[in-house]
């Protein structure tokens, strides 16, 4: 929640996801990180990897950010990783194909 602290000076609206809702906390609850996704200008990852972390965003989840919101990864891993590549990578590509061209 530190980092939803912050973001509270700058006015953000701070939804979050996490297993279980948290009790005595003001931001908005979503049940899954898609749900999350399709409500958010920017989705900042800041959870610890476990087998239900690994991978936790994948092309699904990219797909509904859409093009013009931003995805800032600072997990805390210490070998795999909560960002599934092969789903990621190549929307990323074309992203970038698609401003350069």
Request: charged share 20%; glycine share 6%; aromatic share 6%.
């Amino acid at each position: 929640m530190a980092i939803a602290k912050r973001a509270e000076a700058f006015s953000c609206r701070i939804p979050y996801f996490a297993q279980l809702e948290k009790t005595g906390v003001p931001y908005k609850f979503y049940g899954t990180i898609l749900e999350l996704a399709n409500n958010s200008d920017m989705l900042v990852l800041t959870c610890a990897l476990t087998k239900e972390t690994t991978h936790i965003v994948g092309r699904k989840v990219l797909d509904a950010l859409g093009p013009e919101v931003s995805l800032v990864a600072i997990s805390h891993m210490k070998s795999g990783c909560a960002l599934h590549s092969k789903g990621i990578l190549p929307r990323i590509c074309l992203r970038l194909h698609e401003q350069l061209w």
